[in-house]
């Protein structure tokens, strides 16, 4: 009887530590060294800049370059879900501007989290790359100051998008989905299709929020570089789990509802 329930501790103790929740990993971080492909050392990331935003089970991977001009100050970025299942860190491919063809895939992998840090190490496995090793360290980013109000942090999924004469769902972004997720102090967003894989773009950026005003100060935005360094102010009207946002002189007008 002692060794039943003995094992049945035991069964319930590895099913607690098995799954963790998602949150664990929420934040955002600036990658200090990788180890991808067929490197056999770890590197020390310098020039190039690597940001990794975790939030409520979605996460997003950004790369660009302040030292570049031109299109190539902006790599590209990656993202999509995540769990945390049998001790391993699940992340599965929504977008990934690199390579369609990931899309989907999800990558088992070993990792590690504290309040410094997030390790992650893989291998992905796609069209263009075959048992590709995914290594990286990753710190948590500091804020500089306290956030004012924390009513935005989240994952949000836009509802309407009009910029000017162009509206989302029509042009150049009919079936694309827009995700944006604020994980104090960085807001991303990314466009992408999730019937095709298709990547449209994305922006990354500092933020603050006061209940009334968001103000971003980009770090990159993939459809015109040089917009790196402008900050944007945008008039928030926020109703339970919708919100919304206008802006650039009056042109922009975007409506976002939180991510279930």
């Known amino acids: 009887m002692k060794k039943l329930v003995f094992l049945f501790s035991l069964g319930v103790l590895s099913a607690l530590i098995a799954d963790e929740p998602v949150r664990k990993l929420n934040g955002a971080y600036r990658q200090t060294r990788y180890k991808f492909g067929t490197m056999t050392e770890w590197r020390t990331r ?24 031109g299109r ?20 599965k491919i929504a977008y990934y501007s690199w ?25 992905l496995n796609s ?16 804020p500089k100051e306290p956030l004012k109000n924390n009513g935005l942090e989240g994952v949000w999924l836009m ?5 000017g004469k162009t509206r989302l769902g029509e042009g150049p972004y009919k079936g694309i989905q827009v995700v944006k997720i604020f994980s ?27 209940g009334k005003v968001l103000t ?3 770090e990159f935005f993939s459809w015109d570089v040089s917009q790196k360094g402008v900050k944007n102010e945008f008039k928030v009207t926020k109703q339970g789990d919708t919100y919304q946002q206008e802006g650039w002189k ?6 976002f509802a939180r991510a279930k």
Do not use: C, H
Request: aromatic share 18%; proline share 2%; net charge negative.
């Open 216 to 218: 971003e100060t980009n």
């Open 250 to 255: 009056g042109t922009l007008r975007e409506v």
């Open 72 to 91: 190539k100050a902006f790599d590209g970025v990656g993202g999509g879900t995540y769990e945390l299942k049998d001790g391993k860190y699940l992340e």
């Open 184 to 210: 104090y102090p960085l807001v991303v967003y990314v466009y992408y299709n999730p019937k095709t894989g298709q990547f449209n773009g994305a922006g990354a950026g500092t933020y603050q929020y006061d």
């Open 99 to 123: 390579d369609s063809t990931a899309v989907g895939s999800v990558l088992a992998m070993d990792y590690q989290v504290d309040s410094k840090a997030f390790k992650q190490t893989g291998f």
């Open 127 to 142: 069209e263009k790359y075959k048992n590709y090793e995914v290594s990286e360290v990753d710190e948590r980013i500091t």
């Open 159 to 163: 509802q309407e998008g009009t910029w």
């Open 46 to 69: 310098d020039s190039v800049t690597v940001i990794k935003v975790f939030k409520d089970g979605y996460w997003f991977a950004g790369w660009y370059d302040d030292n570049r001009r």
